[in-house]
């Protein structure tokens, strides 16, 4: 069975920083692609991040492009989300989620039960 | 960016009734489709993908349709624990990946 387990959330600043991190298990998690999708308070889905099961390929929503950096550790079964300059409209649940092997299997098979961001002064 | 349209945004359906969900993508995405539920306070459920194909331990009266452009998600005879948000997302030329804005199938 995929388990997921997001950590890290948090109250913080605008402009401040904040590091997610997702503990994986039930599967063999270097051979999948992991995301980051975030669900604003009422809001509808929104993808913020993938990476492939090497690390080696990382893609970003345009509106996180260059404050948030995905990476991963194999040997911990667990995916990371740095997040930095944060903006009011960055507040959001964060899920990690599991997609396939590879790019063409793009739909997601695993969440997370998510972690709260909160952005504010 | 291929950009996802569900409508309606909400549905008011009775317990036991059949409800057609819509997904409409800006341009043809063939069979990336994927629809998803989510109940309040939950993270979103994997429900179909390929379109049409249902996930590992789907009730059969969910069901998938569609290529191209136009998708729809059927339930059939609604139980109550279906009544919850609905999203598909598109997978077919990434990044980004793209969801739909969800309709809400709301008890009438």
């Known amino acids: 069975e995929v388990q997921l387990l997001e950590s890290g959330g948090g109250l913080v600043q605008p402009g401040g920083s904040l590091r997610l991190s997702c503990s994986a298990s039930g599967f063999s998690f270097s051979n999948y692609i992991m995301t980051w999708v975030r669900q604003a308070p009422g809001k509808g889905l929104e993808w913020v991040s993938s990476?492939?099961?090497?690390?080696?390929?990382?893609y970003y929503a345009d509106s996180v492009k260059a404050r948030f950096t995905i990476s991963r550790d194999n040997s911990k079964n667990t995916m990371y989300l740095q997040l930095k300059s944060l903006r009011a409209d960055d507040t959001a649940v964060y899920f990690c989620?599991?997609?396939?092997?590879?790019?063409?299997?793009?739909?997601?098979?695993?969440w997370g039960q998510g972690t709260l961001v909160s952005v504010s002064s | 960016e291929i950009v996802m349209t569900q409508s309606p945004a909400t549905l008011s359906v009775s317990p036991g009734e059949r409800v057609t969900l819509s997904c409409r993508a800006s341009q043809s995405i063939t069979s990336s489709l994927a629809w998803y539920q989510q109940r309040p306070g939950q993270a979103p459920k994997l429900l179909i993908y390929g379109a049409s194909i249902r996930a590992t331990g789907v009730p059969a009266r969910f069901s998938g349709s569609g290529s191209g452009t136009e998708f729809t998600l059927t339930i059939n005879s609604l139980q109550s624990e279906d009544f919850a948000l609905y999203y598909c997302?598109?997978?077919?030329?990434?990044?980004?990946?793209?969801f739909g804005g969800g309709t809400k199938v709301e008890i009438k």
């Open positions: 997302q598109q997978y077919n030329n990434w990044p980004p990946l793209t």
């Open positions: 989620a599991r997609l396939g092997r590879r790019p063409s299997e793009g739909w997601f098979n695993g």
């Open positions: 990476i492939s099961g090497s690390g080696l390929s990382r």
